[in-house]
């Protein structure tokens, strides 16, 4: 891969993250408002900043599994205010890397900030320095994408070695038992410094996919890493008019892209979410372009064209014949910036314009079809052992209507037969939000409900976080055992479970 004709052609979208000067700071406005909707509604603590590390043993009501053994390693912003100021974006906060201990019916949970080079250098200057996803900041000049590394989005066990993400640079290599920060991950040298998505998927035989994006570039790497941690072979695949690609799916042939119908426009003087302009709707309005790429030769195979829509998170693909099935939770409009809106107090507009949809591409006829799995919903799953292969049931997180929520909150956990559409259902109570929630196999598993559903929720009522496991054959049945913090740690976006 030629990484000089990368990074250059990257300068617009480097140079909006925060070179140059004349912005809009974080501030002490957005702080104050948050903080007065916050003695309103302890709901928002979910979005309160975090200070220090974080480690405890938790209660654990009910039965764990004698089975579920291992370590469930998450991910997600927790420092959002520095100097009196806040963030702008839930998106902006730097990664505090958790790391939940299951075993022999034994619950314990540690956290720790990722000690990237931003955090430290702007927890000595006691401020914030740079500039990130959505507020602008011009105090510190940066040198590359991973002077602005925030480390929080997912946190990824590979290879032995455990690794914080970032879409914008580099993977951040953490201690996998202390969660102790070893360093920046230079997968080869000609690779330094370059993108790799918060997304990486495994393929059967152990190895990871992986790809990495700057809008402006009209550029898209992609990586193909061996199970041992080699780089088997790595590329550049040319997208006109690039925007924000947060994640992607992996069949047995392909590599799967949706380019949202954004236009990218360098103003320096903006953040990089405010660059993003929406141009799905009204005269002229794009479509949502999805992108083949052959995964034998990282070359484009086909683009196929979607009614425009707005995509963050995928769930598994499979080659189908002459064509390619996958899941995606599609959101109808703009919603990039809706989520900034919790920096302030406001609560949550979670997607009411989504639906999960399976979206079937058919190479021979040109055209992409669309099926609705599931109504308004958002973090897709499925199990590990049936990832690029044909699969039956997909995980989904939901808002219930009832409690108080309004629909805003998600809080309903979801198993969704892909076949018949029906899915097996629980709802947590008044005042709780959950997170993203993962399958993991039994041994040996026989079908995709032989295991459980492990996931994380905040309770907000009593501001401790709660460690869920459901069977996943029994979804409806609520919680076998939930393994409750005596404390409140920062809602994460991602995670894996690694068995022992």
Not at 302 to 316: A, S, T
Not at 337 to 353: D, F, N, T, Y
Not at 472 to 493: E, Q, T, W
């Amino acid at each position: 891969m030629d990484r000089r004709h990368f990074l250059a052609s990257s300068s617009i979208g480097l140079g909006a993250l925060g070179l140059a000067p004349g912005a809009a700071l974080a501030d002490a406005a957005t702080r104050a408002s948050f903080h007065a909707a916050l003695k309103r509604d302890s709901r928002l603590a979910v979005y309160a900043d975090t200070q220090g590390e974080l480690a405890g043993a938790a209660t654990v009501r009910g039965r764990l599994p004698a089975d579920l053994d291992g370590v469930f390693f998450r991910n997600g912003p927790g420092r959002f205010e520095l100097g009196g100021e806040r963030y702008h974006h839930w998106f902006d906060g730097d990664g505090m890397a958790q790391r939940w201990q299951i075993g022999g019916g034994k619950v314990s949970h540690c956290g720790s900030f990722v000690r990237t080079q931003k955090f430290t250098e702007e927890s000595k200057a006691g401020r914030f320095l740079y500039s990130t996803y959505g507020t602008k900041i011009d105090r510190s000049p940066m040198k590359s994408n991973d002077t602005l590394n925030a480390a929080n989005t997912n946190l990824l066990p590979f290879n032995g070695r455990l690794y914080a993400l970032w879409e914008g640079g580099s993977a951040t290599e953490l201690d996998p038992a202390t969660l102790a920060t070893i360093g920046l991950k230079t997968w080869r040298d000609d690779l330094k410094s370059m993108p790799f998505s918060a997304h990486p998927k495994r393929d059967p035989d152990g190895s990871l996919w992986n790809f990495g994006a700057l809008p402006g570039t009209d550029t898209l790497a992609l990586y193909h890493i061996g199970a041992a941690g080699a780089v088997l072979a790595a590329g550049m695949v040319n997208i006109a008019d690039l925007t924000m690609v947060h994640d992607f799916a992996v069949s047995a042939k392909h590599l799967i892209f949706l380019v949202p119908p954004y236009t990218f426009r360098n103003d320096a003087s903006k953040s990089f979410l405010d660059q993003h302009v929406w141009v799905g709707s009204g005269a002229g309005a794009r479509p949502m372009r999805v992108v083949v790429v052959d995964k034998a030769t990282l070359t484009l195979r086909r683009v196929f064209e979607l009614p425009p829509r707005m995509v963050f998170h995928f769930g598994n693909a499979f080659d189908d014949g002459a064509t390619t099935r996958f899941d995606a939770v599609l959101h109808e409009g703009d919603v990039l910036g809706e989520l900034g809106g919790i920096m302030r107090g406001e609560r949550a507009p979670v997607p009411g314009r989504s639906s999960a949809t399976q979206i079937t591409l058919d190479y021979a006829a040109g055209t992409a079809r669309e099926a609705r799995l599931f109504g308004a919903s958002e973090f897709p799953g499925v199990m590990p052992q049936v990832a690029t292969r044909r699969h039956r049931r997909l995980a989904l997180l939901s808002a219930g209507g009832a409690g108080g929520n309004g629909g805003r909150i998600l809080n309903t956990v979801n198993l969704v037969d892909t076949d018949s559409g029906k899915a097996d259902s629980y709802r947590f109570d008044a005042g709780w939000q959950v997170e993203e929630h993962v399958l993991v196999p039994r041994r040996n598993a026989r079908s995709e409900t032989d295991g459980y559903l492990v996931g994380v929720a905040q309770d907000s009522g009593r501001l401790q976080t709660v460690l869920t496991v459901f069977d996943a054959a029994h979804v409806k049945d609520g919680p076998v055992a939930l393994a409750r913090l005596p404390y409140r740690a920062p809602h994460c976006f991602h995670g894996n479970f690694l068995p022992s």
